[in-house]
């Protein structure tokens, strides 16, 4: 089954940048969308399709794929920014979604 | 607006089922799948399965073949999971959520409904 990766945790001063990894076999090939989710909320979507942004979700939130790795980039983080990121894809072989294991963002 | 209401918190028995329910509003109901997924205590997400509300068709994961079932009604625009045969592995905070497509992100989530199983 296909298997994404992503780093357990991740520290970032305020007002610098932030950039998550998720890796997958072949991962530019497939559609990611990513995820925030704080404590005792249900997760939000902030990135679909690799880099698209649903309405409302600030410009600093940004995404890319390519190769075997996608990367959710947050600029100019700020305290609220700090959360568990999941990256996610349907995977065509099995058709199921498979989601990474999830990373906790740290506003130091 | 969309919104997606789950019913409450259970407790269960192991060996016991619990059907958790998902009522959508806002939209058109049939025309969005309705996933399925859980989040055990400290852990990651998990996906369960999907149903196509339209047809009712259902694909669900390996890992609970058997054990779960997910149906609808289109009358009330509710989705329903059903879980079987419960351990103490299956306390978790369960989510439905849509998507417009089976490759889209999900949009909206439920609120989650946590189910404890204990005994």
């Known amino acids: 089954s296909y298997v994404l990766t992503q780093p357990p945790s991740v520290s970032v001063a305020p007002g610098k940048t932030a950039r998550i990894t998720c890796g997958g076999y072949?991962?530019?090939?497939?559609?990611v969308h990513w995820y925030q989710q704080k404590p005792g909320q249900a997760p939000v979507l902030v990135i679909y399709y690799d880099s698209d942004r649903p309405s409302g979700i600030p410009e600093r939130f940004s995404g890319s794929n390519s190769g075997n790795t996608a990367t959710l980039t947050i600029s100019r983080v700020e305290a609220g920014d700090e959360a568990d990121y999941y990256c996610?894809?349907?995977?065509?072989?099995?058709?199921?979604?498979?989601f990474g294991g999830g990373t906790k963002l740290t506003v130091l | 607006q969309v919104q997606l209401v789950q019913s409450g918190a259970e407790v269960k028995k192991p060996g016991a089922s619990v059907k958790v329910s998902c009522k959508a509003s806002g939209y058109t109901f049939t025309s969005y799948y309705m996933h399925w997924v859980r989040q055990a205590p400290g852990q990651g997400l998990e996906w369960m399965g999907v149903?196509?509300?339209?047809?009712?068709?259902?694909r669900y994961a390996q890992k609970f073949q058997g054990r779960v079932t997910m149906t609808r009604d289109t009358s009330t625009s509710t989705v329903y999971m059903d879980l079987s045969s419960l351990r103490s592995e299956d306390t978790a905070v369960y989510y439905c959520?849509?998507?417009?497509?089976?490759?889209?992100?999900?949009?909206?989530w439920g609120q989650g409904t946590l189910v404890t199983v204990s005994s």
């Open positions: 959520a849509r998507t417009v497509t089976t490759t889209r992100g999900f949009d909206y």
């Open positions: 072949n991962i530019g090939s497939k559609n």
């Open positions: 996610q894809v349907w995977d065509t072989s099995s058709d199921h979604v498979v």
């Open positions: 149903i196509n509300p339209s047809g009712g068709s259902t």
